[in-house]
């Protein structure tokens, strides 16, 4: 199995950009289909994007899409995601994760999850 650590998360303004990161350890990462989610609090946790084993696969969710950009590489362990031009309903705990098979907008669905990492968009 894979653990997950994030890392990046902050305070900033809206407009600003922050790059998040994700280290996966214990297991071969490129086995393993990434996503990102978010939970603010008081609502569930949503998809932000996910990303397949080979990098070659993407997908937003349409509130961010043309704002983040996931990316990975599986030499370091690493899946990032940057977030540009954010917005105050971008604050969130973010979180990573990962499966096997395709990546999924189904949080239900993931197996291994980092802890989170505190994003806060001031506006």
């Known amino acids: 199995q894979v653990q997950l650590v994030e890392s990046g998360g902050g305070l900033v303004q809206a407009g600003d950009s922050l790059r998040l990161s994700c280290v996966g350890s214990?297991?071969?990462?490129?086995?393993?289909?990434m996503a990102w989610f978010r939970q603010a609090l008081g609502k569930e946790r949503e998809f932000v994007g996910g990303?397949?084993?080979?990098?070659?696969?993407?997908s937003y969710r349409d509130s961010v899409t043309g704002r983040f950009t996931i990316s990975r590489d599986n030499a370091k362990s690493t899946v990032n995601l940057q977030m540009n031009s954010l917005k105050p309903e971008d604050t969130a705990v973010y979180f990573c994760a990962a499966r096997s098979d395709a990546y999924s907008a189904d949080p239900r669905s993931y197996p291994y999850w980092g802890q989170g990492t505190q994003v806060t968009v001031s506006s």
């Open positions: 214990g297991s071969t990462f490129s086995n393993y289909n």
């Open positions: 990303i397949s084993w080979t990098g070659l696969d993407k």
